[in-house]
């Protein structure tokens, strides 16, 4: 019995350690400002194609690909969540969807959820909901 | 032992459901995701607004249809205040049209605004006077 009881303890500390490791950070503000690199694969700091996000001090935010602004609005971290409230054009886009194309020079405002899991001290993983879409991406932190 | 074998099967069929989830489903890429690893933000703007593209679409097209199936009296609707305006302000009858009373009249208003000479009033009075 005594045996099984320190194997049991055992496996609760070796858990406790494996799901601490896991999520190194919080996703506090603090943890959240600064530049990074999103994609729905992991992607590298420095690619042109990437899309980076700037998430400033000040509540603002930027997104963008090949140093082209695509994305700007406002963050804010709700228990778990990070909301984002932006204004986008969807002629932005006309790379992933032609359809776009009538979307040019037409802004348009959105709203965005992240469910951020995965919390390591330079990367997360995070699920995006905007309207019926949904999205996985990782964000990797560039210097 | 049993307890440790419990332990373990209710914490790993969350890890696996949410690993089936965003892994192995299809269902949970989207149109936009498989189009681009880069666009993380753009693939759901993109996605969400191809479905508004599509339903404004629709709707113009069923605009069109609307108005290619009524009748095309309704041009003639709308082209009917301009001939509204120019009943408001009815153009003057032509000269040849006029009366001599009416031509003596507007004689008269054109000298009196100052528009003909005392000596074109005279020549223009006698000619209209003439033509009676």
């Given at each position: 019995m005594r045996g099984k009881l320190i194997t049991f303890n055992f496996?609760?500390?070796?858990?406790?350690?494996?799901?601490?490791?896991?999520?190194?950070?919080?996703?506090?503000?603090?943890?959240?400002?600064?530049?990074?690199?999103?994609?729905?694969?992991?992607?590298?700091?420095?690619?042109?194609?990437?899309?980076?996000?700037?998430?400033?001090?000040?509540?603002?935010?930027?997104?963008?690909?090949?140093?082209?602004?695509?994305?700007?609005?406002?963050?804010?971290?709700?228990?778990?969540?990070?909301?984002?409230?932006?204004?986008?054009?969807?002629?932005?886009?006309?790379?992933?969807?032609?359809?776009?194309?009538?979307?040019?020079?037409?802004?348009?405002?959105?709203?965005?959820?992240?469910?951020?899991?995965?919390?390591?001290?330079?990367?997360?993983?995070?699920?995006?909901?905007?309207?019926?879409?949904?999205?996985?991406?990782?964000?990797?932190?560039?210097? | 032992?049993?307890t440790i074998?419990?332990?373990?099967?209710?914490?790993?069929?969350?890890?696996?459901?949410?690993?089936?989830?965003?892994?192995?489903?299809?269902?949970?890429?989207?149109?936009?995701?498989?189009?681009?690893?880069?666009?993380?933000?753009?693939?759901?703007?993109?996605?969400?607004?191809?479905?508004?593209?599509?339903?404004?679409?629709?709707?113009?097209?069923?605009?069109?249809?609307?108005?290619?199936?009524?009748?095309?009296?309704?041009?003639?609707?709308?082209?009917?205040?301009?001939?509204?305006?120019?009943?408001?302000?009815?153009?003057?009858?032509?000269?040849?049209?006029?009366?001599?009373?009416?031509?003596?009249?507007?004689?008269?208003?054109?000298?009196?605004?100052?528009?003909?000479?005392?000596?074109?009033?005279?020549?223009?009075?006698?000619?209209?006077?003439?033509?009676?």
């Amino acid at each position: 019995m005594r045996g099984k009881l320190i194997t049991f303890n055992f496996l609760v500390v070796l858990l406790t350690f494996f799901i601490s490791g896991a999520n190194a950070a919080d996703m506090v503000p603090e943890y959240l400002v600064g530049n990074w690199v999103i994609g729905t694969t992991e992607q590298k700091c420095g690619d042109s194609d990437s899309e980076y996000f700037m998430f400033h001090e000040n509540g603002t935010f930027k997104a963008g690909r090949s140093n082209r602004p695509e994305a700007v609005g406002f963050w804010q971290i709700d228990g778990d969540m990070v909301n984002l409230d932006f204004i986008s054009s969807g002629g932005f886009f006309q790379d992933i969807h032609a359809e776009l194309k009538e979307y040019a020079n037409e802004f348009d405002y959105f709203k965005v959820k992240l469910i951020p899991f995965n919390v390591e001290e330079n990367r997360f993983e995070a699920v995006g909901l905007l309207g019926e879409q949904i999205n996985k991406g990782i964000a990797v932190r560039c210097k | 032992m049993e307890t440790i074998r419990k332990t373990f099967k209710l914490g790993l069929v969350p890890i696996l459901l949410a690993f089936l989830i965003t892994t192995i489903v299809p269902g949970f890429k989207t149109e936009a995701r498989a189009g681009s690893g880069a666009a993380f933000l753009g693939g759901m703007v993109a996605g969400h607004l191809v479905g508004g593209a599509v339903r404004r679409s629709r709707i113009r097209t069923a605009a069109a249809v609307k108005s290619a199936s009524e009748p095309k009296t309704q041009t003639v609707y709308v082209q009917q205040p301009a001939a509204a305006t120019t009943y408001a302000q009815p153009a003057p009858a032509p000269a040849s049209k006029m009366t001599p009373e009416q031509k003596l009249q507007q004689l008269d208003k054109l000298a009196a605004g100052g528009y003909i000479t005392p000596a074109q009033y005279k020549e223009k009075r006698k000619a209209i006077l003439d033509n009676m």
